[in-house]
């Protein structure tokens, strides 16, 4: 199932137009190529790779190289950054550019400690200044436009969100990404979405808002309560990329939930080969089988599967077990 496309563009990211208000979020370890294109498919507006560091990308790291790929069908796609040093930031992106992204974005939201606690990511909100130094020397020396996501501060007693979205704009930003959490949140307690309302009104670039959108309701919502451009689904599209085309996991059948196991496999092994591309979709398969009727066994089978083979035969298994079971959509 897919959502029916937007004829008339949704905004614009500088002169850019974006057909959607739903995007999936850029997730380290599941916004790759393969899940990417399924969650395109299903009506998500535009693709964020996975974010990678400069360094990876100056020394030509070939796992970097593959975390920007991408289809064609994907675009706009956003190949999204994060360092902490403004020299090696804009070396990095004139490097990628020549890969013929649409955008180039600067990740200031990371909560990770290898990342922020050495002032990347989401370290990078206790220094609004060097922000604006990255993004205008980002905007000087690209072709593309330039965006960044945020958190609202690095902790309650630093939000300096509006201070932030300020200066993105000041500097040449042409849209701000919002996850409506501080740093030392995480992913813990309830997104603050009168933040993102208050981003979007300090603002006039696009905003899109992150945080706690898990139904396709809340999407509706969010875009009500702050009057954001467009919504990010993170953690909620794992396991439901029919999200993004209207449909909340409970209902989505049983036959949808299988085909789309194999689809994502076929695309995994695609990517990675057989190895890799089995071993990586575990972490997919746990979240598109959680609350299938009596799959506690499949999934665990699923985990020792080490080929492609293995995979689909015990999947196939499964189906048979519950058609005889009449166990059904």
Not at 224 to 235: N, S, W
Not at 241 to 257: C, R, S, Y
């Amino acid at each position: 199932m897919t959502e029916t496309r937007a004829t008339t563009p949704t905004f614009y990211i500088r002169d850019l137009p974006v057909y959607g208000d739903k995007i999936l979020s850029p997730m380290a370890g599941f916004s790759d190529l393969p899940f990417r294109s399924i969650c395109r498919e299903f009506g998500s507006a535009m693709s964020y790779t996975e974010f990678v560091s400069v360094e990876s990308i100056l020394f030509a790291n070939p796992k970097a190289h593959k975390r920007l790929e991408y289809a064609p069908a994907e675009r706009p796609v956003v190949f999204q950054i994060f360092g902490a040093d403004v020299d090696l930031i804009v070396r990095a992106a004139q490097k990628i550019e020549q890969m013929h992204p649409d955008i180039i974005d600067l990740n200031m939201g990371c909560s990770a400690k290898n990342v922020a606690g050495r002032g990347a990511g989401a370290g990078l909100l206790k220094n609004p200044r060097k922000i604006g130094e990255i993004i205008r020397a980002l905007v000087t020396a690209l072709d593309v436009p330039v965006t960044g996501k945020i958190r609202l501060g690095w902790d309650d007693d630093s939000l300096n969100y509006l201070e932030v979205a300020k200066i993105l704009e000041d500097s040449g930003a042409s849209a701000i990404a919002v996850h409506g959490r501080t740093k030392t949140q995480a992913y813990r307690g309830r997104a603050n979405w009168d933040a993102i309302a208050e981003i979007k009104q300090a603002v006039n670039i696009p905003v899109i808002g992150n945080g706690d959108v898990v139904r396709v309701e809340d999407v509706a919502r969010m875009k009500a309560h702050t009057g954001c451009d467009a919504v990010m689904i993170g953690r909620a599209a794992i396991g439901n990329p029919w999200i993004f085309a209207g449909k909340n996991i409970e209902d989505v059948t049983l036959d949808e939930k299988i085909a789309l196991i194999h689809v994502h496999l076929r695309a995994n092994v695609a990517f990675y080969g057989e190895h890799w591309g089995v071993i990586l979709f575990r972490k997919h398969v746990v979240k598109y089988t959680k609350g299938m009727f009596g799959s506690a066994k499949m999934r665990a089978a699923l985990m020792r599967c080490t080929t492609a083979d293995e995979f689909v035969a015990v999947v196939s298994r499964y189906e048979s077990q519950m058609a005889a079971a009449d166990v059904g959509d």
